[in-house]
């Protein structure tokens, strides 16, 4: 199992950025997490193999979206109306097959992390 995030970059305030998960064409659930200098690494958004169920932080809801192309073994993290809390080197990770999973604890597998930075 691999996992490739990349699209990380700075961007003001308020901006778009889209993050992408290359994945090596598994079917696993795959999580977005984030880890801001000094803080532990938090779940950000994960999305099921199956049904595409979704989850969000509380923090990103609303702002974020995830998704899923399995023809291309991709899965996109969509983030809108970004802020300088949103500052963070963001990962891609995938739990064990057949499991949706919220907390980093249950993933297994993790790909490099992209750094984002928002500028306030």
């Known amino acids: 199992v691999q996992l490739q995030a990349s699209g990380g970059g700075l961007v003001q305030a308020g901006g778009s950025l889209r993050l992408s998960c290359a994945t090596s064409?598994?079917?696993?659930?795959t999580g977005w997490f984030r880890q801001a200098p000094g803080k532990e690494r938090e779940g950000v958004s994960c999305i099921s193999s199956g049904d595409d169920s979704t989850y969000y932080a509380d923090s990103v809801k609303g702002r974020f979206t995830i998704s899923r192309d399995s023809a291309k073994n991709m899965v996109y993290l969509q983030m809108n109306s970004l802020r300088a809390e949103d500052t963070a080197v963001y990962y891609c990770?995938?739990?064990?097959?057949?499991?949706?999973?919220?907390?980093?604890?249950?993933?297994?597998?993790w790909g490099q992390g992209t750094l984002v930075t928002v500028s306030s």
């Open positions: 064409g598994f079917t696993h659930a």
């Open positions: 990770a995938a739990p064990p097959p057949n499991t949706f999973v919220v907390s980093k604890d249950g993933y297994t597998f």
